[in-house]
């Protein structure tokens, strides 16, 4: 605490005043060291900057609670420092005139933003108003002279004019206690105001101002789409449309050729997002087709099925349909590593005519590796498998291979054609491998809905044909076969064409187009 003698000026004295500081004890050291500006005051250590601040704090509460109120005598202590209240600006050099202030005495404490020093000092209402982040603690009675005591009397007017100022180190002929002005709020740094929607600026003059008031809504949007839990495509599809025509519209008022790029790009987004939500839940298109549970799920393990197929078409090392169904299972089994186990009924339950002598074939061509003979693999169970291998689909040197899945993808494939070639309604009918391969082809070219084809255009039959290994003329009783059974239904077959849906049914099972 410091405090001055009577003023030459005007016999008042200097506030008091009291500053605690935080300072670090030393280099690689989390210890912080609180001092007092009071002589008194023992030096403290502590182990932590924020154990520091407490104890800062705490010691400057104890000096206000020990100190009495703010004394009525008692000028600024700031104005020995030449403070910007007490000095003018064209005064600089001058020496600070205690008329500068104004108002009752205060008992104030300030401290700066980082938290490095507390002051706790006496000073009038002005500089408690003129200092950012400073709060009064205590405020005192203003100050009043003998001839105030009384009310003006012809004897002894009132030596104050009407609407003078009246200042805390002279006399007020007002005997009762002033109000305190109320502190200036800690300056801010105010930056200009702006928004942004996928990494741009909206600028602020943006017009017309439906236009930004849009851009700044869809900002909002996604990145309150951003914060969900679960994702929901056709609320994402619908902001991607939004975006699109806004980025649009503000392509043509700007002019700028990226904001009509990013417009493409949202529109691709959405139809993407619809697709994927089309293709979760099994609506069609126009929303009104029923929710199916695939057994593959998402569209990235459709592309894996059709991309078996067709390496299967490409690389089938015989000829004929029940030669290519038997090859698509065996490559299933062995995908990922070129190697897989197998039992006899696997093999006996694909409807072929004579199982065992396509195996020898397949064995004979060096397409497929068995331990044993054909015989013993036809007739091993599940509790003892026939390993097999595949010497093309094992990995090369650099470990790739012909596919792109990995371990835990290859049975879910396999699950996925085991489940179609098995079908209950297939089997009962005593369906041919021509017939199953060919339900196992139209299941990977339908719309969401079942409708064969790209957005159930149809499918080429030269195409099917060649998918199938069958002559085209015989692909109108392959669609007889899979009406019967339950798996078609309006089929049409034109000369170049064919045309229908999957039953509901089956619908599970199916892989739809992009």
């Not at 108002?103 to 104030?108: D, H, Q, R, S, Y």
């Not at 009104?288 to 990235?300: H, I, S």
């Not at 339908?446 to 039959?461: A, F, N």
Request: charged share 20%.
């Amino acid at each position: 605490m410091t405090e001055a003698k009577a003023s030459e000026l005007d016999g008042r004295v200097l506030g008091r005043r009291w500053t605690v500081r935080l300072d670090p004890c030393g280099r690689g050291s989390s210890a912080v060291r609180v001092s007092c500006s009071r002589s008194s005051c023992a030096e403290q250590r502590l182990p932590s900057a924020a154990a520091g601040r407490a104890a800062a704090v705490a010691h400057v509460k104890a000096h206000l609670r020990a100190a009495s109120g703010p004394r009525a005598e008692a000028y600024c202590a700031c104005r020995a420092e030449g403070c910007r209240t007490h000095i003018l600006p064209t005064d600089r050099h001058e020496r600070a005139q205690p008329g500068r202030c104004g108002g009752a005495v205060v008992l104030a404490v300030v401290t700066d933003r980082g938290g490095r020093w507390w002051q706790a000092m006496e000073c009038c209402s002005r500089c408690a108003a003129a200092t950012p982040g400073l709060q009064v603690v205590t405020t005192g009675p203003a100050t009043t002279s003998p001839a105030a005591a009384g009310p003006a009397t012809a004897d002894h007017p009132s030596n104050a004019p009407a609407g003078a100022p009246q200042f805390s180190d002279r006399p007020s002929p007002a005997a009762g206690p002033r109000e305190v002005p109320a502190p200036r709020s800690a300056p801010t740094r105010r930056r200009p105001a702006y928004r942004k929607i996928a990494q741009r600026v909206i600028p602020y003059d943006l017009r017309p101002v439906v236009l930004r008031d849009e851009l700044v809504e869809l900002g909002d949007l996604f990145r309150a789409y951003q914060q969900r839990s679960e994702p929901d495509l056709a609320l994402l599809a619908d902001l991607h449309e939004r975006k699109a025509r806004a980025f649009t519209t503000w392509a043509d008022v700007t002019g700028d050729t990226r904001l009509r790029l990013d417009a493409q790009r949202a529109e691709q987004a959405a139809a993407a997002a619809r697709l994927q939500h089309q293709q979760r839940t099994g609506h069609s298109a126009d929303g009104d087709g029923p929710a199916v549970a695939r057994l593959l799920t998402v569209p990235t393990q459709w592309e894996h099925a059709r991309a078996v197929l067709a390496h299967v078409a490409d690389h089938a090392p015989l000829p004929g349909p029940e030669a290519r169904l038997l090859v698509v299972m065996l490559t299933l089994r062995t995908a990922h590593t070129g190697t897989g186990n197998l039992v006899g009924q696997d093999v006996t339950a694909l409807g072929l005519t004579d199982p065992e002598d396509l195996v020898e074939q397949l064995t004979g061509s060096g397409w497929l590796s068995i331990p044993g003979t054909v015989g013993d693999l036809l007739a091993s169970r599940p509790e003892n498998p026939t390993p097999i291998t595949v010497p093309s689909l094992a990995p090369h040197e650099d470990g790739s291979g012909p596919f792109t899945f990995g371990k835990k993808m290859r049975p879910k494939l396999s699950g996925w054609a085991q489940k179609i070639v098995s079908d209950k309604k297939l089997r009962k009918a005593k369906a041919s491998a021509g017939t199953r391969l060919f339900a196992l082809t139209l299941a990977t070219r339908t719309s969401t809905d079942g409708r064969l084809g790209p957005d159930g255009q149809g499918l080429v039959l030269g195409s099917l044909a060649s998918w199938c290994d069958v002559d085209p003329g015989e692909l109108q009783h392959l669609v007889d076969q899979l009406t019967a059974a339950d798996w078609l239904t309006d089929a049409f077959v034109t000369d170049t064409h064919l045309s229908g849906r999957l039953t509901e049914r089956v619908l599970p099972l199916t892989c739809p187009l992009p």
